[in-house]
Structures are given as C-alpha cells and as structure tokens.
C-alpha cells in the first residue's frame, strides 16, 4: 500500500519496510562508575578537610544496565587519605600536607573481570585564614595567614603589625610553593633548564597559529637529513619514587609518519650512571592536536629520572603541555617552574628613619604619580632614571610620550627607550616623538612608486615611532657627506639621538654613507649624532656606523 501527497510538486512517502529477525545480543559490557567523579574540597592550614558532607562518593557496577556488586574494591590514592566504607562509597579523610590537587584509583572485580575508575579532587580556590593576635605590654601583633590554591602552586600569605616602645612594622609576605608537575623545565619558559640538542631544529614557539590553547610548544622540525642526527629536548634530572608508577602526558601535534621518541632514563644515582632506559614512540597525529601519555614503572631503588623527547633522523612535531606525575593516569597540566620563593613588601618606622621594602613603590598626589620605583626604574616628572645612568621618556598606552600622570592611558611601566637604554646629550633631551601611521605618512615622506615610502634626510631627526600595517616598504635616508644640500641638518643635531621603533609588520630600511641597516617589527635602532672628518681630505661626513639595535619594550 503506498500513499501519496500532492503539492506544487509531487512527491511520494513511503512506510519503512518491516524489521528483520534480531541478531545476537553479544555480551553486556561491564563498567565501573564513581560519581561523583570530581571532588571540590575546602579544608584549613593543617590540610583537614572542612567540607564534611561533600567528601564521599559511591562505587557502583553495571553489567550492561544491570547494576552488580562487586566481589572486591581497593583503592590507590594520590596526595590524599582515601578509604572504602561498608556501603562501597569512597572516603576521602584529608589531603596530605601542601597538596592541592590529586586522585583516587579505585580497582574492582566482579567474576574475574577487573575494571579501573579514577576520581580527581581539587583544594577549592576560595581562601582560608587564620587569625593570631599576641599582647604583652610592649608590642601588639596581629598576624593573618592565608592560603590560596591555583593552577600555579600553592601559595601561603601572611600580614604582620609590630608596635612597641621604639618601631612600628608593616608587613605584607607571600611565600610560593611549587606544583605537582615534576618536570621541571616544561613550562618551556627561557629558564635555562632545557637541553636543545641541535637548536636550529629545536625551538620554543608560541605562534597562535600553532599553539594549542595559546601556550608555549616546543618544536622539532628537521627535513632532509642524509643520516641520523638524534634531534630534541633533554629535560632536567628530577627525583622520582622506586617501586611507583609515573605517567608522561602532553598533547602533540606531528605530520607525516615519522615518529618521534622518548627517552626514559631511570638511574641509582643523581649522574644517571649505569641507567635503564625505555624507547616508546610517540605515534602520529597527522597535523591535528591529541591527547598523549605513557605509563611506565620505576624500578625499586632507582630514584633519578631524565626525559629526552626528539627524532632520529626526520620529522615534524610541536609539544604542549607536558607533564610528568606519579599515577597510573595524567591530569589537568600544572605549571612545573613555580619558584619557591618569599616576597615581602614592609615598611619600618624607627627614629628618624622610614625604611620600605617593595617591587614597586608609588608615591601619589591628587590621583598622580610624580614619583615612582618599579623593576629597577624611578619616575621623576616623566622621565625614566634607569639603574643609575640612564633617561627615557614614559609614554600612555598608545606609545606616544606623556607626562599626564592623571589620564587612564598613562602608564608609568610604558618606557619609549630601547632595551639596552640610549640617553642623547645631557640637557638636551627631546621629548616630542615623531610618531608615523599609515594616516599621515605621507605628511613626511615622498612615494617612490618604485622603491616605496622615502623620508629624505633630516624628516627623521629624533626619536620616530611606526605603528600600524603599510602598503609599501619605508626607506630612511640619512645626511650624506660636507656639501649636500642636506648635511647641515646633520651639524645641527650633534649630540642628539635619532631612534627608529618598528611597532609595522614589516622591516624599515635605513640608508646612509657608512652603514644600510634594517629594522625589524618590534625591534628598535638608535645612533648618536655626529660628524666624522677624513684625515687626508679634512672633509666632514655623516657618522653611520655602530648603530645600537634589540627589542622593543613595549
């Protein structure tokens, strides 16, 4: 039977043949399930958990949908105390001293079939505190002392009154501990701790392109190698646990089918004397981020560990987030490079003397900021003294100079000075910057249809900012030689700085008698004006040479 609708158009709609005969249900599957599987905790200084109703979860399993007891229930926990109560629900009593995050393995068999479930749990964020306050007859203190847990480590801060017969102290302390993660080295930040064997083909990258999840990569890339040649980054020596499991993790990015290798040295001693060693490859992800780890044993009295990750001959291969972390499962990635360390901001208060211990110290008037200490700067009236020799201007934060310390652009960290520092003539410093986008260069400089934006000499005769994306390449010419039309510019500005900042996407040519440099995006060139004269002509030129060039600042 077939029935039909018709409409503007015909079509047909047909009933669905019947179901054939059923096939074979296979085998239920057997699962094991926590829920829940994530704990929040929020406990005090000793560690003990202080969220009571919320530190247990129930073990169940399930032969398909049928739930099931199971004959036996153990369990493995991880920087916590964890037990299993007479209900099959999992306990978790406290968490062990300066931990804040951890697992659970929990392992159950049901007629011979063992299956694994993992929960995670988290010190929560919120912040705990404990109050003190000490009184005798000379000296009142008050101290508070708090912790906070965060993706960085475990962070402990005190604030401190002192008064008695003589002093007042202040103070402000905060003291970090490090992670879980025990790779030191894989925040992959410059800390000098990674071994970059043949660095031209092993880098640290954080293109946006590349990255995943905007954080830093590292990359082995090497094409064309007529033999093997060994490729890649030796981590650090870190102490491990004999006799425990630890997993690598980290998420990979790798083209083609080459694989890259891991090499797991375990070793007795700190100098990885006479080690055992493992080669598991890392198989390939054809161009797309996944997920990666390997789980391996520690051998009982082996307790140092080094991890080196790279290719034998050719490949491709970008790494993130790498973790190395006792358990049989990685977690969420930690930072490993967390430096312990202790910060204190106080002020004394003896007589006739007020000394203050800060990374940045301000003094303020009406909103402004007429003087400031920060990161080894001072800030008088606008201008930068930077470790006791050097001037720059401070600028807003659209790059142009300022000394409007009341407007919201000002920003008294934005120095409009190179990175190795450049003073012109003392007294004679000039604090109008040129500053060039593609709206108005044309004010300044001629187009070449051939060559591009030209600034004919003496256009740039201070300090020159760049900003924006232009349509063609910009050259700079410099004065020439005693008797160019333009060469008494140069005379005018002996002992002045010309400074050339690219903030463009693309590099800046300058031309000149001497030297012909280029300048690259971020990056900056500065010269001290003067005049050089021939010994045997007696005639003056253009000084061009020795041009001081870096990174920007900002």
Avoid at 514 to 540: D, H, M
Wanted: hydrophobic share 35%.
């Amino acid at each position: 039977m077939m029935a039909e609708i018709i409409a503007q158009r015909t079509f047909t709609v047909s009933r669905a043949p019947k179901d054939g005969k059923p096939g074979d249900k296979g085998e239920d599957a057997l699962t094991l399930v926590i829920t829940p599987n994530t704990f929040v905790f929020q406990t005090n200084d000793k560690g003990n958990i202080e969220n009571l109703a919320q530190n247990k979860g129930k073990i169940r399993m399930f032969l398909g949908q049928t739930e099931v007891v199971p004959s036996s229930i153990d369990v493995t926990p991880y920087n916590c105390y964890a037990r299993i109560v007479g209900d099959n629900s999992l306990y978790f009593d406290g968490i062990s001293p300066n931990q804040w995050s951890g697992k659970v393995e929990v392992t159950a068999t049901y007629k011979g079939q063992t299956r694994t479930a993992i929960a995670e749990f988290m010190v929560s964020a919120q912040k705990w505190n404990e109050a003190k306050f000490l009184t005798n007859e000379q000296q009142f203190q008050s101290i508070i002392a708090q912790n906070k847990a965060d993706k960085q480590g475990l962070e402990k801060r005190m604030s401190t009154i002192e008064q008695d017969a003589e002093k007042i102290r202040l103070e402000v302390s905060k003291q970090t501990f490090s992670g879980v993660n025990i790779l030191k080295g894989a925040s992959l930040r410059p800390l000098n701790l990674l071994l970059l064997q043949r660095a031209q083909y092993v880098t640290i990258g954080n293109y946006a392109s590349v990255a995943h999840l905007d954080n830093p990569y590292l990359a082995i890339v090497r094409h064309g190698a007529p033999q093997n040649e060994w490729n890649g980054c030796k981590f650090p020596v870190v102490k491990a646990l004999g006799g425990r499991t630890y997993t690598l993790s980290m998420f990979t990015r790798i083209y083609g089918s080459e694989q890259p290798y891991i090499e797991i040295k375990r070793s007795r001693s700190k100098d990885m004397s006479a080690p055992k060693t493992s080669y598991p490859n890392i198989p390939s992800t054809y161009g797309v981020w996944k997920q990666y780890s390997y789980s391996f044993d520690m051998e009982d009295g082996y307790n140092y560990l080094q991890i080196f990750i790279g290719y034998t001959r050719n490949g491709e291969a970008y790494l993130s987030e790498i973790q190395l972390e006792e358990g049989a499962k990685g977690t969420a990635w930690k930072d490993p490079d967390v430096v312990d360390s202790v910060e204190r901001t106080g002020i004394d208060l003896t007589n006739g003397t007020v000394s203050v211990e800060a990374a940045n110290f301000e003094i303020k008037h009406n909103g402004e900021k007429p003087f400031v200490v920060n990161k080894g700067k001072a800030l008088l009236g606008g201008w930068v003294f930077d470790k006791g020799k050097l001037f720059s201007q401070c600028g807003d934060i659209n790059g142009s100079p300022s000394t409007d310390y009341g407007n919201t652009n000002f920003n008294p960290d934005i120095i409009l000075d190179p990175v190795n520092g450049y003073m012109s003539g003392v007294g004679s410093f000039r604090k109008k910057m040129l500053v060039i986008t593609p709206q108005n260069i044309t004010k300044y400089a001629k187009v070449d249809p051939d060559i591009g934006y030209v600034f004919v000499a003496g256009k740039v005769s201070a300090i020159t900012l760049f900003k924006g994306s232009f349509n063609r390449t910009i050259f700079i010419t410099l004065p020439g030689v005693a008797g160019d039309a333009d060469f008494e510019i140069a005379r005018t500005l002996i002992g002045e700085t010309i400074a050339i900042y690219n903030q463009t996407t693309s590099y800046i040519n300058i031309w000149g008698s001497g030297t012909t440099i280029s300048v690259y995006p971020n990056n900056f060139a500065a010269l001290e004006v003067k005049l050089s004269v021939n010994p045997r002509t007696g005639k003056e030129s253009y000084y061009n040479v020795d041009w001081i060039k870096g990174e920007m600042l900002v």
